[in-house]
């Protein structure tokens, strides 16, 4: 019990959570929109309090882990949390009801991360899995008026819990081959005894469930819809936020328990990398809603990532790290523009972005350069996200899945270039007022064009930070 202060960013962050549900209820309805300040403010008190933690370290209770490597991801879920909570100030306020309601969930959610990443064993795992895909089901269908959002809500919960329980079938096999549902445990289970036909089908199906969660080829399916139903804040938040998530319990899951089967699960990784990144970028081509483009580009990115695992190695881990962190800030800088937009002319069709650039050019900058460094273009932090993670697989001697993963980036190109046409040589159409923008969120724009140029121009701190908290997976 001495160690939980180990878990002060965790009970801080379900304090927050329910304190903004209590708001939402006491608060006047014409006050509400304090309600965001406060969660914004809360948040970014909990990422200073979580960085301040960084080298903190412990196991409580013999299955929840506080390590650099839990610590990074909850600092990357607070700063997608913070923006979303700006980017979201006046979106909510258009919708008129249920404010406390929506930050609170969106807390919740994080907190459902934070216990997902830092989770040593199977139960407390899949139980952070659980309140993070509850509380999205939720934000997907929380614009009432609109049946897409509906349909964003149905989607993801018919489909959250199909791959809930495809995951869960997939931990009992598990639990039953080794003994133990303490991922260290298990790992040791399985070096002494061997593969069993249960391991591996348990494998399949561990591998299955979360594929779902980030949206790997054939498990996409649910994406799209939602991501353009759902308030384009949270699809944001869901496709970067919930990604990382689902990578962090991964890495856990696979380098801590199953390293030992690595020959069997790689080749599967390979085929849902390969999958990822072709029908990720090619599908994107022929989209007209810019929700819908950076949907199937947020497919193609989980393909990128996935070869960090393919990798098996540090290298391979540090640049899932490292591309996850920028990853936040290049869609959700993407989405924030996308959010001014649609809260000034109501549309989130590409063609009506014609001419943004002279109603905004902040706007249209932000667009642009955050769609360049999920290109993987320099001096953007895309690009050494990228080269971190070709690296790493050209370095285990998969030369041809790189060019893949090159030739992928380049067709990336042509459809985030249809964007950049449409805003910079597009005429805006007659009688178009200049954006208005809050001032809040032309901060946060800012400060993630800023990010993604400081991490591209001078990312050794991350790198090396990302680098040493992934060798601790490798350490007997």
Same mark, same amino acid.
């Given at each position: 019990m001495a160690n939980l202060y180990l878990l002060t960013v965790e009970i801080l962050t379900a304090a927050l959570g329910l304190g903004l549900l209590a708001l939402g209820l006491l608060v006047p309805k014409s006050d509400r929109r304090g309600?965001?300040?406060v969660a914004a403010a809360g948040l970014a008190g909990l990422m200073v309090a979580a960085f301040s933690m960084r080298d903190a370290s412990g196991v409580i209770l013999g299955g929840y882990v506080i390590d650099s490597f839990g610590t990074y991801f909850k600092v990357l879920f607070l700063a =997608?949390?913070?923006?979303t909570a700006v980017c979201s100030f006046d979106y909510v306020e258009k919708m008129g009801f249920n404010q406390g309601e929506y930050y609170a969930l969106l807390v919740l959610a994080t907190l459902g991360m934070m216990v997902l990443a830092s989770s040593g064993e199977l139960i407390s795992l899949y139980l952070g899995l659980e309140l993070m895909t509850i509380t999205f089901c939720i934000l997907a269908a929380y614009r009432l008026d609109d049946a897409r959002s509906a349909e964003a809500g149905i989607k993801y919960v018919l489909l959250g819990a199909m791959s809930s329980a495809i995951l869960l079938y997939g931990l009992s096999l598990v639990y039953g081959a080794s003994g133990s549902t303490v991922i260290k445990e298990i790992g040791q289970a399985v070096a002494a005894g061997g593969a069993s036909p249960a391991l591996l089908l348990g494998t399949i199906f561990l591998l299955a469930g979360f594929a779902f969660k980030v949206t790997a080829v054939p498990f996409h399916m649910w994406s799209p819809d939602v991501y353009e139903g759902a308030p384009t804040p949270v699809t944001g938040f869901l496709s970067v936020a919930s990604k990382a998530a689902g990578f962090a319990a991964l890495v856990r899951v696979f380098f801590g328990a199953l390293p030992d089967l690595h020959n069997f699960w790689v080749q599967l990784f390979i085929a849902l990398a390969v999958l990822t990144m072709v029908l990720g970028n090619l599908v994107a081509i022929p989209q007209t809603n810019i929700k819908r483009l950076l949907a199937y580009s947020s497919i193609s990115q989980a393909g990128y990532l996935l070869l960090?695992?393919?990798?098996?190695?540090?290298?391979?881990? +540090?640049?899932? @790290?490292y591309y996850a962190m920028l990853y936040v800030f290049g869609n959700m800088g993407a989405f924030m523009a996308a959010t001014a937009f649609y809260n000034t002319d109501g549309s989130d069709e590409i063609?009506? !972005?014609?001419?943004?650039a002279r109603r905004s050019p902040l706007v249209a900058a932000v667009m642009l350069f955050s769609l360049l460094s999920l290109a993987g273009i320099p001096p953007m932090a895309g690009f050494v996200g990228k080269f971190y993670l070709f690296m790493s697989i050209i370095?285990?001697? !998969?030369?041809?899945? =790189?060019?893949?993963?090159?030739?992928?980036s380049m067709v990336s190109v042509y459809y !985030?270039?249809?964007?950049?046409? =449409? @805003? !910079?040589? +597009?005429?805006?159409p007659e009688g178009s007022q200049p954006l208005r923008v809050a001032p809040g969120l032309q901060v946060a724009m800012v400060v993630s064009l800023l990010v993604l140029f400081l991490l591209g121009i001078y990312p050794t701190p991350l790198t090396d930070y990302a680098m040493n908290s992934a060798v601790s997976f490798f350490m007997p």
């Open positions: 309600i965001g300040y =997608a949390a913070l923006l960090g695992i393919v990798s098996f190695s540090v290298l391979g881990i +540090g640049a899932i @790290m063609r009506d !972005y014609a001419g943004l370095s285990r001697g !998969y030369i041809w899945l =790189a060019i893949l993963g090159i030739l992928m !985030y270039l249809l964007v950049a046409k =449409a @805003m !910079y040589l +597009g005429n805006p």
